[in-house]
């Protein structure tokens, strides 16, 4: 069963606009950690950002933002004022083991247009 | 500091032969893990090491897959008697200790013919 589900399969905005990619995630465990990564064309995962299933609290890193939410089980991720260079696909992953193996949604392939 | 590597970054052989794919974790890291990702299959965990040890070979597709990691660092994944469809980019991470967050390399692109 999938436990990481990333609903958006493409997204297409014009550059400056916002961008929000939906994450929504399924586990009984309640310790858990849950990420963002990021393929540029180049190919390689970049690491965004790091939820603690026990910090709830949403911060705000330069134009990255996002929306942790346990009720409804949803961890979203906003780009504010996109840019050309934030054109990649957007994994959202899940860790419930203690050794952290990641379980990755199917990503959603952002495309920021001039 | 450096990044994980991995070698080769490209790989074409031929159905029937066996690979070796080389994965260098970031330096002090003791957690290595690998992925594969393909097209039908979207990224999937493979194999997980602590130290030399591999507690978790749960994703390992079949008895043809195997990996090794000698003097808690460098890892090889080895693919014998390749298929077609074992075609796919597989990239290996590493973490500092777990559950922290894991680096990726750019991964080593597998095509077999």
């Given at each position: 069963a999938q436990k990481v589900t990333q609903a958006q399969t493409e997204i297409s905005v014009v550059e400056k606009e916002d961008v929000t990619l939906d994450c929504v995630y399924e586990t009984r465990d309640t310790t858990y950690y849950l990420f963002w990564y990021k393929q540029p064309p180049s190919g390689e995962l970049v690491f965004l950002i790091r939820r603690n299933s026990f910090d709830e609290q949403n911060e705000i890193s330069g134009r990255y933002s996002w929306n942790f939410q346990k009720s409804t089980s949803s961890f979203n991720f906003t780009i504010t004022a996109?840019?050309?260079?934030?054109s990649a696909v957007y994994f959202c992953a899940l860790s419930e083991a203690d050794w952290g193996k990641l379980q990755f949604g199917a990503g959603t392939q952002v495309v920021v247009t001039p | 500091g450096a990044g994980v590597s991995q070698s080769p970054s490209n790989k074409v052989t031929e159905k029937g032969k066996d690979v070796e794919l080389r994965c260098d974790p970031?330096?002090?890291?003791?957690a290595l893990y690998w992925y594969r990702q393909s097209l039908g299959q979207g990224l999937e965990f493979l194999i997980y090491f602590q130290g030399n040890s591999a507690?978790?070979?749960?994703?390992?597709?079949?008895?043809?897959f195997s990996a090794e990691r000698t003097g808690g660092s460098v890892s090889t994944l080895t693919i014998q008697?390749?298929?077609?469809?074992?075609s796919a980019v597989y990239l290996c991470a590493s973490s500092s200790r777990t559950p922290e967050t894991q680096y990726f390399g750019p991964g080593t692109r597998l095509l077999v013919l």
């Open positions: 996109s840019q050309v260079v934030d | 970031i330096s002090g890291h003791t507690p978790d070979k749960s994703g390992l597709p079949s008895d043809r008697r390749t298929q077609q469809e074992d």
